[in-house]
């Protein structure tokens, strides 16, 4: 298990160029079940859950051609197992979403249920109780999700919560079911209006996409899908947010500054300077930085993927800001390792009050998630000394290459490698 080290203090200058979305690439990966042929996928991030989710395609009975330089080219003609065993779904939850194609394609899905995760519980009944409005059987036993339906029939379905992997689930069965589908209170997030317009490049017949509200009419059979994959939001967030914390100077390039104005008005309410290019944003810091509130909420709101980010950022703010998080109920993980470097925070259910404070010392740090893993990366750059951050598997999950991105903007960073 790989660390990474980190000597903080230095202030982070220069160009930084952003991946691609690993959101957006999973769902699309998913949705080639639901297409026979070889599809061709580029801008595809180079990160563990992309590789993991390539892995389930092929014990599908998929073939991946080639998997270089952000190009995926998958054959899917052959796809024929409808079985997503355990081993694969619990390292990544983003693999339920091939239970949806896989009903549509097959007419059956054997789907781990992956089980409660570091940031909640995460259940999966909207996306089973949409199946089911579909007209498929399903029946959970010893761990598994199964199901079937000979053909899945277009329904009407409202979304109790706005679940994002939900909607995408829906949307790509009912692209195949026979007649249509309404869904209702779906998520809007730009990896949602994607995949339904690469379906509709495809042949699928979806409108609504980025409303509330999604219609879909299903057909019989779906073109191979060939569409290059969009640039993070959530990375282009962590980077802005690293510029932030250090009193940097930093330009982030291909990406997409609309997708991030939620956090480019908290940045600047903050004090910070953001410039926005066409595809590119710049963060300046004179080093002054006030403590604000922020809510998180389904898009356009505050991403709650970029929450922890935004409170490490927050520690060192003057005065003290408020961090609700509405969407996952145990996303606070960052906090006790946070606390260990200095930081002043005080949780009161799903509030954080962060009372900034002057600077943060160094500590070893253990990852717990992702984004987690991410504030930590970012307070570490920030801090005064060494720390030493253990468990970067989950970073990897998400961050393509970021201990090289960072070093290239001047921050002192290396990963030490250790064999297991
Ligand atoms: C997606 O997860 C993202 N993952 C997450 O990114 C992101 O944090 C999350 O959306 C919210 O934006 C992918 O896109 C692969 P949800 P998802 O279903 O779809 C509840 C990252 O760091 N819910 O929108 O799994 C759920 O418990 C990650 O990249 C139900 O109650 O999240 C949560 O409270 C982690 N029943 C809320 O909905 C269900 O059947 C929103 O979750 C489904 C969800």
Known sequence: MDKIVIEGGKRLEGEVEISG??????????AMILTTGQNNLGGVPQVRDVTTMLNLLNDLGGCTEEFNAGRIIFDSTDINNFEAPYDLVSTMRASSLVLGPLLARLGRAKVS????????ARPLDLHIKGLE????????????????AKRLRGARYYFDTVTVTGTANLLMAASLADGKTVLENVAKEPEVVFLADMLNQSGAKITGQGTDLIIIEGVQSLKPINCHIFPDRIETGTYMIASAITKGNVKITNCIPKQ???????????GLIVEEGEKSLRVISDGQMNGINIKTQPHPGFATD???QFMALMTLAQGKSIILETVFENRFMHVSELKRMGADIT??????????VKELSGAPLMATDLRASASLVLAAL????????????HIDRGYSNIEQKLYRLGARIHRKKIRN
Request: some cysteine; hydrophobic content about 45%; overall charge positive.
């Open 21 to 30: 979305a690993k959101n957006a690439a999973l769902p699309i990966m998913a």
């Open 113 to 120: 249920l992956p089980g409660g995760c570091a940031i909640g």
């Open 133 to 148: 409005c579909m007209g498929a059987k399903i029946h959970l036993e010893k761990g598994y999700i199964y199901g079937e």
């Open 260 to 270: 991030v104005e939620s956090l480019t008005l908290k940045l600047r309410q903050a």
């Open 306 to 308: 970029l929450q922890a």
């Open 347 to 356: 949780i009161q259910g799903r509030t954080a009050i962060v009372s900034g």
């Open 382 to 393: 920030a801090a005064k000394g060494e720390s030493v951050i253990s468990r970067v598997y």
